[in-house]
């Protein structure tokens, strides 16, 4: 009987979590040859697409690649924060090729309820609409930071730093001047020059809006060649003040209640047709 009664408790147990476990769409990377707008993108219901259980909530997202193809995904258990969205915009050259790109990126990251995923169509489209990146003219002015060049001397790149983590400068082996800092509550700064190879200089800007309290934290990493300090604190400042992705919290929360409001409309509806069909049947 004790027997009987440790396996029914563990079944139990086992059964309560799966119940109380988030619910998330997953789907492998969906890759297209055009660009993902609000009109087109994909819902998570093909082959490959499931709902599973999840420990830290979901994410949708996708990805606008240089050369005009688009990437969607639908994930469980993101990196980042509940009531999140971020967006990236990355610039980049190729140090032997010369060729320049430009990608963008959005993530909506979410807590979902314990029978309904939160990474759904709608709130993709919602941080969408409510996003703004800068525009290609606007990036291409920072294009002069990360030209290719085989001239570099690293002992010119800044070198200082108060981050947590902060790859050591090494004169002797190091390709490129690094510099990192993240706009908060505080300013975190990163600048030195590691070792490793520099296939590609690039710049890419990430902000993570917080939808709960309205507040964002931004980051900006520069990895360049220029003669001198091109890592600069400066540098990064104007491309933060030039290169900002705005996000319009309003617009957000607005078309939410529209699409509740819609859904409940849909609803009521429902139940008027079927409560009258019930009793015209009577």
């Given at each position: 009987?004790?027997?009987?009664?440790?396996?029914f408790g563990l079944f139990l147990l086992v059964h309560?979590?799966?119940?109380?476990?988030?619910?998330?769409?997953?789907?492998?990377?969906?890759?297209?040859?055009?660009?993902?707008?609000?009109?087109?993108?994909?819902?998570?219901?093909?082959?490959?697409?499931?709902?599973?259980?999840?420990?830290?909530?979901?994410?949708?997202?996708?990805?606008?690649?240089?050369?005009?193809?688009?990437?969607?995904?639908?994930?469980?258990?993101?990196?980042?924060?509940?009531?999140?969205?971020?967006?990236?915009?990355?610039?980049?050259?190729?140090?032997?090729?010369?060729?320049?790109?430009?990608?963008?990126?959005?993530?909506?990251?979410?807590?979902?309820?314990?029978?309904?995923?939160?990474?759904?169509?709608?709130?993709?489209?919602?941080?969408?609409?409510?996003?703004?990146?800068?525009?290609?003219?606007?990036?291409?002015?920072?294009?002069?930071?990360?030209?290719?060049?085989?001239?570099?001397?690293?002992?010119?790149?800044?070198?200082?730093?108060?981050?947590?983590?902060?790859?050591?400068?090494?004169?002797?082996?190091c390709q490129q001047c690094i510099g990192i800092i993240?706009?908060?509550?505080?300013?975190?700064?990163?600048?030195?020059?590691?070792?490793?190879?520099?296939?590609?200089?690039?710049?890419?800007?990430?902000?993570?809006?917080?939808?709960?309290?309205?507040?964002?934290?931004?980051?900006?990493?520069?990895?360049?060649?220029?003669?001198?300090?091109?890592?600069?604190?400066?540098?990064?400042?104007?491309?933060?003040?030039?290169?900002?992705?705005?996000?319009?919290?309003?617009?957000?929360?607005?078309?939410?209640?529209?699409?509740?409001?819609?859904?409940?409309?849909?609803?009521?509806?429902?139940?008027?047709?079927?409560?009258?069909?019930?009793?015209?049947?009577?």
């Amino acid at each position: 009987m004790m027997l009987f009664n440790y396996y029914f408790g563990l079944f139990l147990l086992v059964h309560t979590r799966y119940l109380l476990a988030y619910k998330c769409h997953e789907c492998q990377g969906m890759i297209f040859n055009y660009s993902i707008t609000i009109d087109n993108i994909p819902s998570p219901t093909r082959d490959d697409c499931k709902i599973i259980t999840a420990e830290n909530g979901c994410s949708v997202s996708v990805r606008w690649f240089d050369d005009g193809t688009s990437e969607v995904y639908y994930d469980a258990d993101p990196d980042l924060s509940f009531d999140t969205i971020l967006a990236k915009t990355e610039r980049k050259v190729t140090t032997w090729s010369g060729e320049y790109v430009t990608n963008r990126f959005i993530s909506y990251n979410c807590k979902p309820s314990n029978t309904t995923p939160c990474n759904t169509v709608d709130n993709l489209k919602l941080a969408i609409i409510s996003t703004v990146f800068p525009t290609d003219e606007q990036i291409q002015k920072f294009d002069i930071l990360i030209i290719p060049t085989t001239e570099f001397y690293g002992s010119l790149c800044l070198q200082v730093s108060n981050m947590t983590y902060c790859p050591k400068t090494n004169i002797l082996s190091c390709q490129q001047c690094i510099g990192i800092i993240q706009y908060s509550e505080q300013i975190d700064i990163c600048a030195t020059c590691p070792a490793g190879k520099a296939v590609t200089n690039f710049f890419d800007y990430y902000t993570i809006f917080f939808l709960n309290n309205q507040t964002q934290l931004d980051r900006i990493t520069l990895a360049c060649r220029k003669y001198g300090a091109c890592n600069s604190i400066e540098n990064i400042r104007r491309m933060k003040n030039t290169l900002i992705t705005k996000f319009d919290f309003d617009k957000f929360f607005q078309s939410t209640a529209s699409i509740i409001k819609s859904t409940t409309i849909i609803l009521f509806m429902m139940f008027i047709i079927g409560f009258v069909h019930g009793d015209y049947r009577e």
